[in-house]
């Protein structure tokens, strides 16, 4: 089998990536862990995270055996492909969350020389998710296709193809449902009987669901979060490379393009690491932008020369000029810095929308709760015009509007493309959050010095808005993915597919692809809040049971706050997780091929605004807590910040479990309806 120059050149970037991911592993475990009861603490968060972890993936091979043997009927390659998408996504997550919580205690460690180490570590220990992301996606997909392209017919490799895209779209849902109810039980009720009802700091060792609480930070922002992007990157490249080949042909060199720019980002993202670093002003944000500024400005001219060399080859049609794809290229990476400044605007400390919410919250907890909602309403706007703008550029770029729709289409994946390559250093800046908060409940727990937590702050607050930024990127990025895909899945018919309103199909299934985010957040909701409820009275019950506890005599019992969620998350993340899968199926085969296309639109439509919505409003409402805590409005023990409290507990739910669900749902949705397209031909 003779590769081609794109297919070695992905393959390679994409060990490379691997290669820089373990060695950098290997780096953070090898620093300092500190004290021995420093090392007990991470032992317990790293003991609780491998436990659900072990019983999640356990339950997701049950559901991954059955659905691989009903996929055998689609073709024994589309099963393949579905495993091995499935297996990815779940070993990026399960070694990004393993080095995560071994970065957790030496963030808390080189916290004690300052704060330009400890960055260092806690950077290092999230670039090492990031980095496995990409890389893993682009050896598996380039790997598979390369192998399956030489021994299957066309339409079942490209067939096998949406099969791996299901895989890691599965393992998405799975990770960011179990995770998120996971990590949000514990936090919410750690916080409402904590903070509120006793008074005591946030990560007080005297809080029984504080470990639970630090194990979720990991198995919720740490691998849910890799799980997420992991699918949307391997999603968005394989929507591409079908497009190319409905509009151009299987043969077309365009097919690989894709896999080109992924190449490319990888490497952009890896030098991108090493530029962040502290400047003269210690703004911590700052040192992290600059490592994406650097990624996106080396991938940015990386992409015109390679489209120059790519148009110079024999065979590759001459749709586009250098400049044209450079500028296409270019639209996806100015989208990923609009969706990240437009986030942190809204989330951020500093900012007008999250000081209007601790304002608010002089004067109640209904205020508090009205301002936030209404600041999450209003958060969906700028990014919703952002993604437009770029559609329409790039659309006109392609030749949309002078009589050339296929070029048109195929120029809005290559930008959503270029957006989710820079995936690597995105998902490293955000695993660097849940590694700072640990660390900070680390040197409470472990009782170091004020000084330790003078550093390990700033650096969590940071963490909590580089958490809300990536995940504005991951929506934003999930709606071109999930657009991108329809514009496949209508291109798929012979007979082509007319989306006339007049047409009672089409809009019954837009209203039931409309209604399908709304139910499925509607759920997550319901869990978390089931879920914190057992943790509040198992942590009540210890409060009352073992007196001892609040004068520092007695321990508590964290174990039994840890069943408590685990259980509880295992447990409801089924219904929810087949929802996306079932709803298409049921619709695709009982009303057609145009019923189904709106539903597509529709989940696209409202889930886009219910994320972004849940997401920023989420994050708005835990960093007007922050606010306040800082010494704004009475500080901590205020009426303002009991009130802001109350306002965080139901945005937690918000952005950590229910709105970051959403991306994989709405890509679920439409790559199980190009999976059933046989079916409904």
Not at 146 to 168: M, Q, T
Not at 273 to 295: C, D, N, P
Not at 436 to 450: H, K, R, Y
Not at 470 to 486: D, E, M, P, Q, R
Request: charge should be neutral.
């Amino acid at each position: 089998m003779v590769l081609d120059k794109i297919i070695l050149f992905a393959l390679g970037c994409g060990g490379l990536g691997v290669v820089y991911a373990l060695l950098t592993a290997a780096w953070v475990t090898k620093q300092p862990a500190g004290s021995e009861r420093m090392q007990e603490i991470s032992g317990a968060i790293a003991e609780g995270a491998t436990a659900f972890l072990n019983r999640e993936y356990k339950t997701v091979g049950i559901v991954m055996v059955v659905l691989a043997a009903l996929l055998t009927y689609l073709g024994k390659w589309t099963a393949v492909g579905f495993v091995i998408g499935t297996v990815g996504s779940a070993v990026a997550g399960y070694i990004g969350m393993m080095v995560s919580v071994k970065a957790n205690v030496r963030t808390t460690e080189a916290a004690k020389d300052g704060i330009q180490p400890a960055l260092n570590v806690a950077f290092k220990g999230g670039s090492v998710t990031g980095i496995m992301v990409v890389g893993l996606g682009l050896l598996a997909l380039t790997g598979y296709y390369s192998v399956v392209r030489a021994i299957a017919p066309v339409d079942e490799a490209f067939h096998a193809l949406i099969g791996l895209g299901f895989g890691c779209s599965l393992m998405s849902v799975f990770a960011r449902i179990a995770g998120g109810i996971y990590t949000k039980a514990a936090d919410v009720g750690a916080d409402l009987v904590g903070k509120v009802e006793a008074g005591i700091p946030e990560d007080d060792p005297r809080n029984a669901a504080v470990i639970a609480d630090n194990v979720g930070d990991n198995v919720g922002d740490c691998a849910g979060m890799a799980a997420d992007l992991y699918e949307t990157y391997t999603v968005t490249l394989v929507a591409a490379m079908l497009l190319a080949k409905t509009i151009y042909g299987p043969g077309s060199r365009w097919v690989e393009f894709p896999l080109l720019i992924g190449g490319i980002s990888i490497v952009a993202s890896i030098i991108g690491t090493f530029f962040v670093r502290l400047g003269k002003s210690q703004y911590i944000m700052g040192a992290l932008y600059k490592g994406l500024a650097v990624s996106g400005i080396l991938a940015a001219g990386a992409f015109y020369v390679a489209s120059d060399m790519f148009l110079s080859r024999p065979g590759v049609e001459q749709i586009f000029t250098p400049m044209g794809v450079f500028t296409i290229a270019v639209i996806g990476l100015l989208l990923t810095g609009l969706i990240v400044m437009i986030t942190e605007y809204f989330t951020s400390k500093s900012f007008n929308p999250v000081k209007s919410i601790a304002a608010a919250s002089q004067t109640g907890h209904g205020t508090n709760v009205i301002a936030g909602l209404a600041v999450s309403m209003r958060s969906t706007g700028a990014p919703a015009l952002v993604i437009c703008g770029a559609i329409m550029w790039a659309y006109s770029l392609g030749g949309g509007f002078a009589g050339n729709p296929g070029g048109g289409l195929f120029a809005i994946a290559l930008s959503a493309v270029a957006m989710l390559s820079m995936t690597g250093i995105v998902v490293a800046i955000d695993s660097y959050g849940p590694i700072t908060d640990n660390a900070g409940g680390i040197a409470e727990m472990a009782e170091l010095p004020e000084s330790v937590r003078a550093v390990t702050d700033p650096l969590d607050a940071v963490g909590n808005t580089t958490k809300a930024v990536t995940k504005g990127y991951a929506i934003g990025s999930a709606a071109l993915a999930a657009l991108v895909l329809f514009a496949e899945f209508s291109r798929s018919f012979e007979a082509g597919l007319a989306f006339d309103l007049s047409n009672p199909k089409v809009l019954v299934g837009l209203f039931i692809g409309g209604l399908l985010p709304y139910f499925f957040g509607s759920l997550l909701m319901e869990a978390v809040g089931k879920a914190a409820g057992g943790v509040v009275e198992e942590v009540r019950r210890q409060f009352r049971e073992l007196p001892g506890i609040m004068e520092g005599t007695t321990r508590p019992e964290y174990g039994k706050c840890v069943d408590i969620v685990t259980q509880s998350a295992i447990k409801q993340m089924m219904l929810p997780a087949l929802i996306p899968v079932a709803a298409p199926v049921v619709v695709g085969l009982l009303l057609g091929k145009e019923a189904l296309g709106g539903v597509l639109i529709g989940s696209i439509v409202t889930g886009l605004f219910l994320a972004i919505a849940m997401t920023s409003g989420g994050g708005a409402w835990d960093n007007a807590k922050k606010f306040i805590e800082d010494g704004m409005y009475g500080g901590k023990g205020s009426d303002a910040h009991k009130a802001a409290v109350t306002g965080d507990t139901v945005g937690d739910p918000y952005k950590d479990t229910a709105g970051p669900a959403i991306n994989p749902m709405i890509k679920v949705v439409n790559i199980v309806a190009l999976l059933i397209i046989p079916l409904i031909k």
